[in-house]
């Protein structure tokens, strides 16, 4: 888990580090991830280094922005040295074509028999830059759903226009979990 900084004022310190490589593309039959095959891309959160193991989707959103849901959430999944991990989920709304998400559209798997190749893509082309960010010691999404993840959700939505959404929708439609209470946890908004 991540720690406020230790001066005790709620903020964090995120350095993401992204360059262009190449990802496996699997049909999982809960949703379609793109698996780093390299260790290049990182994310600093308070002076600790997460790598990028993944980025996967689901639709519609499982997080809401005052209680509104989102056709699609983007999840990119990270771990450090110590098996802790930090997923930055990023929003999608319907609106403008997104020319760098549908680099990731072609070819996809559609069942688990079939593999493909993501190659020299950047995964800060699909992040909203200048975005604040929700910050929160929240779980694992999928089961076993158990307690370790620092997430990381940008307030600023990306865009995608209705095909788009659409050739995601048609793989896996539902394929989020339910909104989950908030429970004690506390929420920082990282500028």
């Given at each position: 888990m991540?720690?406020?900084?230790p001066?005790?004022?709620?903020?964090?310190?995120?350095?993401p580090?992204?360059?262009?490589?190449?990802f496996?593309v699997?049909?999982?039959g809960?949703?379609i991830?793109?698996?780093?095959?390299d260790?290049?891309?990182?994310?600093?959160?308070?002076?600790?280094?997460?790598k990028?193991?993944q980025f996967?989707?689901?639709?519609?959103?499982e997080?809401?922005?005052?209680?509104?849901f989102?056709p699609?959430?983007?999840?990119?999944?990270?771990?450090?040295?110590?098996?802790?991990?930090?997923?930055?989920?990023v929003?999608v709304?319907?609106?403008a074509?997104?020319?760098n998400?549908?680099?990731?559209l072609?070819d996809?798997?559609?069942?688990?028999?079939?593999?493909?190749?993501?190659?020299?893509f950047?995964?800060?082309t699909?992040m909203?830059?200048n975005s604040?960010?929700?910050?929160?010691?929240?779980?694992l999404t999928?089961?076993?759903?158990?307690e370790?993840?620092?997430?990381?959700?940008?307030a600023?939505p990306?865009?995608?226009?209705?095909?788009?959404?659409?050739?995601?929708?048609k793989l896996?439609?539902?394929?989020?979990r339910?909104?989950?209470?908030?429970g004690?946890?506390t929420?920082h908004i990282?500028?």
């Amino acid at each position: 888990m991540v720690k406020p900084r230790p001066d005790g004022d709620g903020n964090f310190n995120l350095a993401p580090n992204y360059t262009a490589s190449d990802f496996e593309v699997v049909n999982n039959g809960h949703t379609i991830s793109f698996n780093a095959k390299d260790d290049k891309n990182t994310l600093n959160v308070n002076g600790v280094d997460y790598k990028l193991l993944q980025f996967h989707y689901h639709v519609p959103s499982e997080h809401t922005v005052m209680n509104a849901f989102y056709p699609l959430e983007i999840h990119f999944v990270h771990q450090n040295a110590n098996g802790g991990l930090a997923v930055i989920g990023v929003l999608v709304e319907k609106g403008a074509t997104n020319i760098n998400l549908g680099k990731i559209l072609t070819d996809l798997p559609k069942d688990g028999k079939y593999t493909g190749t993501l190659s020299f893509f950047n995964i800060a082309t699909i992040m909203p830059t200048n975005s604040p960010t929700y910050a929160y010691n929240g779980s694992l999404t999928t089961p076993p759903c158990s307690e370790q993840v620092q997430w990381l959700l940008q307030a600023k939505p990306i865009t995608a226009d209705s095909e788009q959404l659409n050739t995601l929708a048609k793989l896996y439609n539902g394929n989020n979990r339910p909104v989950q209470p908030q429970g004690d946890r506390t929420v920082h908004i990282v500028e």
